[in-house]
């Protein structure tokens, strides 16, 4: 049975538990209350507060999640009370002598984790703001300053926006919550980028998944295994074109939740598990819900609820419930609603999850024909304003006017309209990255197009400076690295010059060598004659003298150019 209190005006929850005690604190703020701007700000803050605490010594870390971030623990009554104690303290009191590293460590830790499985349907579900950040590469580490970070954490790690979960007998002795007072923050609301839903999109990583947002719901927990059970049976087992069919259930917020399916297949296999995987949700739209997986579904998910440990396993739900919705059931009401779900109940939440869905497919596929609407790679329209071209003969384009900018290709555009604009990264040489709420990226190259310093200041002056990233100079021997990071090309425009240059010693080389062929073969004509008079021999002599200075003058050219 969970018992309801309070520790320092911190809401908490607790459930008797065999073994070591557990407990953990969890915040309402999460990577989707940040801008692209700000995005690892709360990453930030919990590495920042668990920098001091020896956490090797204990079964303890911190996660940062979509809307929640968690500081939880293992041990002795002792070791969580300490353990939670500090991490208060320490959000209250932030070690700034460790910001920078912790920078670096979180930068590094983004890197390694890479983008997430789902991270393609989260971009083109909600942009690069809000929940479309979830999955991101904490890109404003870098850029945030101390006052920044210390002002993140007094308004969001406050005790009105915490709750405190505990798995064992009771608030462990000595245990002191001295977090500042704040307000309960609602979750962020949520936006669609795509116009018409359901809609499908091409990636190259092979896979055929799908997400959709349902009402939060036990017949939606039980509609992510009856999806499962049919996936792996028709992909798996009948058609042998998978070795992963699966679907989860995830709360994505106070009302929301979304329902992942995945299906791995190998490219000779694409066909098989694309009309499989569509066949499988059209068949569960259509009303074809079986009666016998939803009561498989329903036993699954009443054995997880009678187990007697639930209670304590699932603490961690039970405080993100009460945290964001203000509320938690309790076992006797969640096996009361598996009870109560039908197939009508099942089939009801996934048309309702057809409605939001997402579906990627392999290049090449198409999902028209089931109603889903194609999204294209390219962004909808192209901004008005002057075209320039690349220095070298390209299809590309680049249109900068004064409500945006767009990146012309053959087949479309990416454009982003500088009120939309999140983040526009700057180098000094006039390189310019724009980056839209709605994902599309757009770099403005002047080492390739034929953009000149008027084009640039009408850029600068169209985006807000509260968004724009001053990137320091880059040496000219990282040129290529600029353009895998910047998206602007080596020197290009100074190929003109070097075309000159190389014409140039084309030339000269080619009178060097016509001179010296001459005067070779003038001295051995000479040498052969037995009349050679005296003026012939001087007359040789001044060829080999004028020549000779240019010669080594083009030999010194040539070192020069060497060893530079």
């Known amino acids: 049975m969970i018992r309801h209190t309070e520790v320092d005006g911190v809401p908490t929850v607790i459930a008797p538990a065999r073994g070591p005690m557990r407990a953990g604190l969890v915040f309402r703020v999460g990577m989707a209350d940040e801008t692209l701007f700000t995005s690892g700000i709360t990453h930030l803050v919990e590495h920042l507060a668990l920098s ?50 912790e920078k670096t460590i979180v930068r590094t830790e983004a890197a390694r ?52 979960w505990i798995a064992g007998d009771d608030v462990p002795r000595g245990l002191r919550l001295r977090l500042p007072g704040g307000v309960r923050r609602p979750a962020p609301r949520a936006t669609s980028l795509p116009p018409l839903l359901p809609a ?43 070795y ?32 499989g995987f569509i066949e499988v949700l059209m068949a569960l ?40 919705r203000g509320r938690c059931s ?30 990627q497919l392999p290049s090449g596929y198409e999902a028209d024909e089931a109603g889903f609407a194609h999204i294209s790679m390219y962004s909808p329209v192209v901004v008005a304003g002057r075209r320039y071209s690349t220095y070298e003969p390209s299809e590309l384009g680049l249109v900068i006017g004064n409500a945006g900018v767009s990146l012309i290709f053959p087949d479309g555009a990416f454009t982003v309209r500088y009120d939309e604009c999140v983040v526009m990264e700057a180098w000094p040489h006039g390189a310019r990255r724009l980056v839209g709420a709605d994902g599309w990226v757009v770099p403005v190259n002047t080492r390739r197009f034929e953009v000149d310093p008027r084009a640039i200041a009408v850029i600068d002056a169209g985006v807000p400076a509260s968004v724009v990233v001053w990137r320091p100079p880059l040496p000219e021997a990282t040129a290529e690295a600029v353009d895998t990071v910047a998206e602007t090309p080596t020197a290009e425009p100074r190929r003109g010059r070097g075309w000159l240059r190389t014409t140039a010693r084309v030339i000269a080389w080619t009178l060097f060598t016509s001179w ?11 040498a052969a004659k037995d009349d050679a008079t005296a003026a012939s021999w ?10 000779w200075p240019f010669n080594a003058l083009f030999r010194s050219r040539g070192k020069l150019r060497t060893a530079a």
Request: a negative charge; proline letters at 3%.
């Open 52 to 101: 001091g605490l020896a956490l090797p010594d204990y079964h303890a870390n911190g996660r940062t999640e979509m809307v929640n971030t968690h500081f939880y623990v293992k041990g002795s009554a002792d070791e969580v009370s300490t353990f939670l104690t500090g991490t208060c303290d320490a959000l209250t009191s932030l070690p700034l002598n460790r910001l920078e590293t």
């Open 113 to 164: 984790r890479g983008n997430a499985a789902n991270w393609e349907h989260v971009v083109k579900r909600y942009g690069a703001q809000g929940y479309g950040l979830a999955n991101g590469d904490d890109f404003g580490v870098g850029l945030l300053q101390a006052r920044e970070v210390v002002e993140w954490a007094a308004d969001w790690f406050t005790r009105e926006n915490a709750v405190l």
């Open 200 to 242: 499908y999109f091409h990636s190259d990583d092979g896979q055929v998944s799908m997400d959709a947002v349902v009402p939060r719901s036990t017949a939606a927990t039980v509609l992510s295994t009856v999806v499962e059970r049919r996936l792996f049976q028709t992909l798996r087992q009948e058609r042998g074109g998978s």
């Open 244 to 275: 992963l069919a699966t679907a989860a259930y995830q709360p994505r917020d106070a009302d929301h939740a979304t329902i992942t399916a995945l299906a791995d297949t190998l490219p000779e296999k694409q066909d098989v598990v694309v009309d």
């Open 285 to 324: 739209k259509a009303g074809d819900v079986p009666a016998t997986d939803v009561n498989a579904a329903r036993a699954q998910l009443r054995t997880t609820l009678s187990d007697p440990d639930f209670e304590a396993d699932s603490m961690v739900a039970t405080a993100t419930d009460l945290l964001n």
């Open 330 to 359: 309790t076992v006797e009401e969640l096996l009361a609603e598996a009870d109560a779900v039908t197939p009508s109940d099942v089939h009801e939440v996934m048309v309702e999850a057809m409605g939001s869905a997402l579906l």
């Open 516 to 526: 010296f062929v001459f005067a070779l073969l003038a001295t051995a004509g000479m």
């Open 538 to 547: 001087i007359g040789l002599a001044v060829v080999w003298f004028v020549g």
